[in-house]
């Protein structure tokens, strides 16, 4: 049975992505931090595996991929899609702000990968895809470090699927645009119109819009992918 790890699969996109991947046979586990209600809820409603790390801090993710390759014996596909958002001036970020942003949406992709590779390697076989965001492609002002850390997403994908896929490992990276989840609670009603209005397809995303590409980039008519960044945004651009 092919199995998956999924980071931030507690809520929106993470939780989508646990659902869609356990409706399509594969065996789930997913890491969580502080939504342990939901994360029961999920386990309890797909059968996936719940294991609570925190994955900005390396000893803590490391032992999240050892309980999850544990539970799992291997892993074929990894999603790196924990993350957090947090809008404010430039000029206002603390030194204490801009490492807990790089921590929790870059290092974390750093640390899990690091860990579940080897086995990846080792089997031959492997799909990772990384979750970054249009800000990362765009750059948002006033989320200089959520759009900084977006942006290693992408160069770390480039780098690592050129060194990975002599081994069979595709590596990708997803650039969402606008997904209703709690992520957009930063924005105001009038906010959410006016990117409602930027979007062309007329409609903000669904999590479920993202995990069936999630699913796409890790299913068998997609081996041949690689080294992308794939915007799925509804036509909202740069
Ligand atoms: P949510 O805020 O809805 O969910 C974030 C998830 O990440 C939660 O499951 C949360 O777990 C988990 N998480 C956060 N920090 C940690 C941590 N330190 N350790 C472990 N888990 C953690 O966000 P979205 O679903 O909207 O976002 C998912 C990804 O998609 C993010 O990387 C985000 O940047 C990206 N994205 C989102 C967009 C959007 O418009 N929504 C647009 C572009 C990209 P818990 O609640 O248990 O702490």
């Given amino acids: 049975m092919r199995t998956a790890l999924i980071t931030g699969g507690s809520r929106g996109i993470g939780a989508a992505a646990v659902l869609a991947f356990a409706k399509a046979g594969y065996r789930v586990a997913f890491f969580y931090l502080k939504s342990e209600d939901a994360a029961q809820a999920?386990?309890?409603?797909?059968?996936?595996i719940p294991i609570c790390?925190?994955?900005?801090?390396?000893?803590?993710a490391r032992?999240?991929?050892?309980?999850?390759?544990?539970?799992?014996?291997?892993?074929?596909?990894?999603?790196?899609?924990?993350?957090?958002?947090?809008q404010m001036l430039f000029?206002?970020?603390t030194d204490e702000q801009w490492q807990h942003m790089l921590q929790t949406n870059l290092s974390s992709a750093f640390?899990?990968?690091?860990?579940?590779?080897?086995q990846m390697i080792s089997q031959k076989d492997g799909r990772i895809v990384n979750v970054s965001s249009i800000w990362g492609q765009?750059?948002?002002?006033?989320?200089?470090?959520?759009?900084?850390?977006?942006?290693?997403?992408?160069?770390?994908?480039k780098a690592l699927s050129k060194e990975v896929a002599p081994s069979?490992?595709?590596?990708?990276?997803?650039?969402?645009?606008?997904i209703q989840t709690d992520m957009l609670s930063c924005y105001d009603a009038q906010t959410l119109a006016q990117l409602k209005e930027e979007t062309p397809v007329g409609r903000l995303g669904t999590p479920e819009d993202i995990a069936g590409a999630l699913v796409f980039l890790c299913g068998d008519s997609?081996?041949?992918?690689?080294?992308?960044?794939?915007?799925i945004n509804g036509g909202f651009g740069e």
């Avoid at 032992?63 to 947090?86: F, T």
Wanted: glycine share 14%; proline share 2%.
């Fill in 222 to 231: 997609a081996g041949f992918i690689t080294g992308q960044i794939i915007g």
């Fill in 168 to 178: 069979g490992i595709t590596v990708n990276c997803i650039c969402p645009g606008v």
């Fill in 42 to 48: 999920l386990a309890a409603k797909t059968g996936a």
């Fill in 91 to 93: 000029t206002d970020i």
């Fill in 111 to 118: 640390y899990v990968t690091k860990a579940v590779l080897p």
């Fill in 138 to 157: 765009a750059g948002a002002s006033c989320e200089v470090h959520y759009s900084a850390s977006k942006a290693g997403l992408i160069g770390m994908t």
């Fill in 63 to 86: 032992a999240g991929c050892q309980e999850a390759l544990l539970q799992l014996r291997h892993i074929d596909v990894l999603i790196n899609n924990a993350g957090i958002a947090q």
């Fill in 53 to 60: 790390c925190d994955v900005s801090d390396g000893e803590s």
